[in-house]
Structure formats: C-alpha cells, structure tokens
Nanobody, 128 residues
C-alpha cells in the first residue's frame, strides 16, 4: 500500500516555473511506477508523465515534452515534477499516483486505470 500527498502548486506567471512534490509513505513506493496526471473542470483526468520504479524509464505527454521533468528519490520516498515554461493551458489540479502492480524497471504506465493509489491533488494556476 502507498499513500501519496502532493505539494508545491500555486500561482505562477506564464513562462515561469513550479516544482511539484509527491511525498509517499508505505513500503511499496520504491517498487512502484509513479505518475502525474492533471484534470480541469469538465474534462477527464489526463496523463502528464510517468517514471518507472528505478527511474530507468520515463514517459511524457506530447504537450509537456521539453518543458516538464519527472524524477524520484526512492531514499526520500518522494517524486517530483519540475514544470518550466508554463503556458496558459497548463492550469489544472495535478495528481500524483502510484501503480503498485507495475514494479518492473522499465514499467511506466500511461493510463489512469493502471494506477491504484492517488493523492488529493494540488492546484496549478498560470496567469497570462
């Protein structure tokens, strides 16, 4: 079992940066793939990025490639999302999620249904 709590959201100007953190508890964190998703009102939760348990593999949605970077520190049981060059279309609630069934070194699932533990989300707002 894994519990995750996001932090680091806030208001930033377009072009600016934010760093989100996802603090985890539970023995399964180090062996679980992790991901970030985001959701805006009236829309389905969408995949942003994922990282395998060993950090050997990452995936990014096309709309964040080159701007966002996912990383994790298993010793600190924390995952991060560095968001640079934020755009007016990036505002959303950003969710951290754990996929405990995906423990392989290269496993970095892309679909929300593959994740079984979710945080409460952190709001990111971008002013133009």
């Amino acid at each position: 079992q894994v519990q995750v709590v996001e932090s680091g959201g806030g208001l930033v100007q377009a072009g600016g940066s934010l760093r989100l953190s996802c603090a985890a508890s539970g023995r399964s964190f180090g062996s679980s793939a992790m991901g970030w998703f985001r959701q805006t009102p009236g829309r389905e939760r969408e995949f942003v990025t994922a990282i395998s348990s060993s950090s050997s593999r990452t995936h990014y949605a096309d709309f964040v490639k080159g701007r966002f970077t996912i990383s994790r520190d298993n010793a600190k049981m924390t995952m991060y999302l560095q968001m640079n060059s934020l755009k007016p279309e990036d505002p959303a609630v950003y969710y951290c999620a754990a996929a405990t069934s995906y423990s392989g070194e290269s496993a970095s699932p892309l679909q929300a249904r593959q994740y079984n533990y979710w945080g409460q989300g952190t709001q990111v707002t971008v002013s133009s």
